[in-house]
């Protein structure tokens, strides 16, 4: 598993990296979504398997290399941990990234940032997230009776030094700017990357199925504020769609691309050929 996609925004260089993909059941996919029936998810589905892809995203802007999110490495279930496989076959390794960019602390976001009782695997990368999403998360370890979740909060602790703390409106690169994309976690953001007056928008966990599109209002049970998600996740895909940005999200089929377009009250993804 290695596969990636390479394409650009304007003279800014970008791939997208499978990190992994599996294959879930309708009853695992409607186990994420508490308040929707198990009816409801299996017409959504169309009588298909579910999907969930790893989609991290890799910008070269400027000569500044930027890694969004990371997977879960090895600490991830048997077809995830294809990151260092996916940035080989764009000739580099984990050592060439400047920036990880931490969208939010999911574990199938931040878990391949070291190995277990091992060296960093981004040895020259420095951590940039928002500051809330920082807080948020020390917080719960901090406070948090597992031993998983209490090495959690030593490991990033550890860290501290490393990290760099944003805001939305924010520049990481020439040309890439945080978002705001708050309710899935408190301090979830993407990534809007412009150049040549083209765009991409990041907008990772804005929903986890393609079905969302349509049912903006179904809330994903990992979400640490649903009806932020809700409302967030109907203003973004709104911009999407008005301005005709490209949209990368982190869980859709690789390479995650494509465009939304409005359809009534709901909305309609497009993804690219």
């Given at each position: 598993m290695s596969k990636s996609y390479q394409f650009a925004v304007g003279d800014i260089q970008c791939a997208v990296l499978q990190e992994g993909e599996t294959t879930k059941t309708s009853e695992a996919i409607a186990a994420r979504y508490p308040t929707v029936s198990r009816v409801e998810i299996e017409a959504a589905l169309g009588g298909t398997a579910g999907t969930d892809c790893?989609?991290?995203?890799?910008?070269n802007s400027g000569g500044t290399r930027i890694l969004a999110d990371v997977g879960?490495?090895?600490?991830?279930?048997?077809?995830?941990?294809?990151?260092?496989?996916?940035?080989?076959?764009?000739?580099?390794?984990?050592?060439?990234?400047?920036?990880?960019y931490?969208?939010?602390?999911?574990?199938?976001?931040?878990?391949?940032?070291?190995?277990?009782?091992s060296p960093l695997e981004f040895p020259n990368a420095r951590f940039v997230t928002m500051a809330a999403e920082w807080q948020e998360w020390m917080d719960r370890w901090a406070g948090s009776d597992s031993p998983q979740e209490r090495r959690q909060?030593?490991?990033?602790?550890?860290?501290?030094?490393?990290?760099?703390?944003?805001?939305a409106g924010d520049s990481v690169a020439p040309g890439v700017t945080v978002i705001d994309l708050a309710g899935h976690t408190l301090g979830h953001s993407g990534?809007?990357?412009?150049?040549g007056g083209e765009g991409l928008l990041h907008v990772v966990d804005l929903?986890?199925?393609?079905?969302?599109?349509?049912?903006?209002?179904?809330?994903?049970?990992?979400?640490?504020?649903?009806?932020?998600a809700v409302e967030t996740r109907r203003r973004v895909l709104g911009r999407c769609a008005d301005e005709g940005l490209l949209t990368l999200f982190y869980h859709l089929e690789f390479p995650g691309l494509g465009r939304v377009k409005r359809k009534g009250d709901a909305f309609s993804w497009h993804p690219l050929e």
């Open positions: 790893l989609n991290c995203l890799y910008i879960f490495g090895a600490a991830g279930p048997p077809d995830c941990g294809g990151l260092a496989a996916a940035l080989d076959s764009i000739s580099l390794t984990p050592a060439d990234i400047d920036i990880v931490l969208t939010h602390f999911h574990g199938d976001h931040i878990a391949g940032l070291m190995a277990e009782e909060f030593e490991r990033f602790t550890a860290l501290r030094g490393r990290f760099s703390f944003v805001a990534l809007l990357v412009e150049s929903l986890h199925q393609s079905f969302q599109f349509a049912r903006t209002e179904w809330r994903f049970i990992f979400d640490s504020d649903g009806d932020m």
